[in-house]
T-cell receptor
Framework: KNEVEQSPQNLTAQEGEFITINCSYSVGISALHWLQQHPGGGIVSLFMLSSGKKKHGRLIATINIQEKHSSLHITASHPRDSAVYICAVNYGGATNKLIFGTGTLLAVQP | NAGVTQTPKFQVLKTGQSMTLQCAQDMNHEYMSWYRQDPGMGLRLIHYSVGAGITDQGEVPNGYNVSRSTTEDFPLRLLSAAPSQTSVYFC???????????FGDGTRLSIL
């Protein structure tokens, strides 16, 4: 069992829909990251958060430390949002090591 | 802005060959890491470095070697390539603990 669980694994949405991707982890963390990877492409950091909520454009990330759960929301989805979204956690310590989820493949259809 | 640069982008090797994947960053980041990405699995840490001259093993270090002689460069060496090392390799850097990591574009490696 992966220490970082994402759901759903695959998601298809129509353009304009509100999208939610979930991430759960097993023990206390120092930070949680949301990353985006386009097909065949590199990986881009979207958010890093340790508490509360962050917003950037149409993207919103929230984290509930007590429930060990984070969500990534996309408002007014667009086909260019189609990508793999990856959750990763820092379990602390002096190494900056990340543990990654397996990703959520999002396809937004026009 | 170069960011994190990985070379080569693609490589095909025969079993038993050795090679070095290059990673360079121009952001003066102390922390650098190598990951491999395989279908159906999350990225897994191979080796990491918290500064020049300091390296340590990650989750899947066997068959790989690293060194960090400068802040900028963090090469990954495959000592004797095996088909199980067929993967996409990503290098990443960050300027401090618990800070966003900047990823290179990846190296797609096939071992025949």
């Amino acid at each position: 069992k992966n220490e970082v669980e994402q759901s759903p694994q695959n998601l298809t949405a129509q353009e304009g829909e509100f999208i939610t991707i979930n991430c759960s982890y097993s023990v206390g963390i120092s930070a949680l990251h949301w990353l985006q990877q386009h097909p065949g492409g590199g990986i881009v950091s979207l958010f890093m958060l340790s508490s509360g909520k962050k917003k950037h454009g149409r993207l919103i990330a929230t984290i509930n430390i007590q429930e060990k759960h984070s969500s990534l929301h996309i408002t007014a989805s667009h086909p260019r949002d189609s990508a793999v979204y990856i959750c990763a956690v820092n379990y602390g310590g002096a190494t900056n090591k990340l543990i990654f989820g397996t990703g959520t493949l999002l396809a937004v259809q026009p | 802005n170069a960011g994190v640069t990985q070379t080569p982008k693609f490589q095909v090797l025969k079993t038993g060959q050795s090679m070095t994947l290059q990673c360079a960053q121009d952001m003066n980041h102390e922390y650098m890491s190598w990951y491999r990405q395989d279908p159906g699995m999350g990225l897994r840490l191979i080796h990491y470095s918290v500064g020049a001259g300091i390296t340590d093993q990650g989750e899947v270090p066997n068959g790989y070697n690293v060194s960090r002689s400068t802040t900028e460069d963090f090469p990954l060496r495959l000592l004797s390539a095996a088909p199980s090392q067929t993967s996409v390799y990503f290098c990443a850097s960050s300027w401090a603990l618990n800070q966003p990591q900047h990823f290179g574009d990846g190296t797609r490696l096939s071992i025949l």
